[in-house]
């Protein structure tokens, strides 16, 4: 195991992609034993991870939750978005994976747009996304969303100068006549360190049933850290609002990080049959307002 881990750490320098930590060294990753590093532990706010007996049993008392709330937007016809936006390996999908474990298909559906096709590139940039919005009593997860030019298309020159700000600009008044049309709109970043994203990457490479998980453009982003960063930022600054404010999930410990987005979303509605023992507000120290953040 250490040595393949040496041999992605040498293709990543041969391929011009830096591969030290910050303190100049070659990062430690993974241990002799094949087991990771805990490069989770760092900025983290807790000294250990949430243990998984807790969480399997938290996980299924939300997952309750859960039930209750879409027997109860079926009846009275809500319409919801959940978008979840990260750095790649941040633990969107799994989190979405925890969400829709036991929820009813019929009336739950997650979105993960491919590249935009030649006549999609031609349509108004939003256009791809409404048509897979909610109908009355349907709950939908967003895998990425239309923010993807505020993030990967900024960062990669996928968008012109003039096709982001354009976005900017009118993206704040797009979720004011989404929420205004009463579809509720929850915004979840997930938020992963610097090293503990290089952990993941390397566990991704080395583990044949992830690694069509780990894209050549996610190796493209070990390099660009401090761009994704000012990306980040500047998205938070114009586009967290009263209507569709951003939520951050300190997501180094995935566990930490799946409860809380749950039990965040959950606390924001009064269904039928909610308990409050089970739903209550989210850990602050895991969950802030975007623009209230720091770091990533």
Not at 1 to 8: A, P, S, T
Not at 73 to 92: C, L, M, P, T
Not at 202 to 207: N, V
Request: hydrophobic residues 35%; aromatic residues 12%; proline residues 3%.
């Amino acid at each position: 195991m250490q040595n393949e881990l040496r041999r992605y750490i040498d293709r990543l320098r041969t391929e011009g992609y830096s591969v030290r930590d910050d303190h100049g060294e070659d990062p430690d990753l993974i241990d002799i034993e094949g087991r990771a590093v805990d490069t989770w532990r760092e900025n983290y706010p807790y000294d250990t991870r949430m243990d998984r007996a807790t969480y399997e049993v938290e996980k299924y008392l939300l997952q309750i939750e859960l039930l209750k709330f879409q027997s109860w937007a079926k009846d009275n016809g809500s319409k919801h978005i959940i978008v979840f936006e990260g750095r790649d390996a941040a633990g969107k999908g799994g989190t979405i994976k925890r969400f829709q474990e036991y929820i009813n298909v019929r009336h739950a559906r997650t979105v993960a747009l491919n590249k935009p096709s030649d006549r999609e590139q031609g349509q108004w940039y939003m256009q791809r996304y409404i048509q897979h919005f909610p109908t009355a009593g349907e709950l939908v997860l967003f895998d990425r969303s239309w923010y993807n030019r505020a993030g990967v298309e900024r960062v990669m020159g996928f968008c012109s100068d003039d096709e982001y700000e354009r976005f900017m600009e009118h993206v704040p008044l797009f979720e004011k006549l989404v929420v205004d049309a009463g579809i509720t709109l929850t915004k979840f970043w997930f938020s992963v360190t610097r090293r503990e994203q290089r952990t993941r990457f390397a566990i991704r490479q080395l583990d044949p049933v992830r690694r069509w998980k780990l894209s050549e453009m996610d190796l493209e982003s070990l390099d660009k850290w401090d761009q994704y960063t000012d990306a980040k930022e500047e998205m938070f600054r114009r586009t967290d609002t009263d209507w569709a404010p951003w939520t951050t999930i300190k997501s180094n410990d995935k566990k930490r990080a799946r409860i809380n987005a749950m039990r965040f979303f959950l606390n924001q509605f009064e269904y039928d049959d909610k308990d409050r023992q089970i739903v209550f507000p989210a850990d602050p120290k895991i969950v802030q307002r975007g623009k209230d953040a720091v770091g990533d």
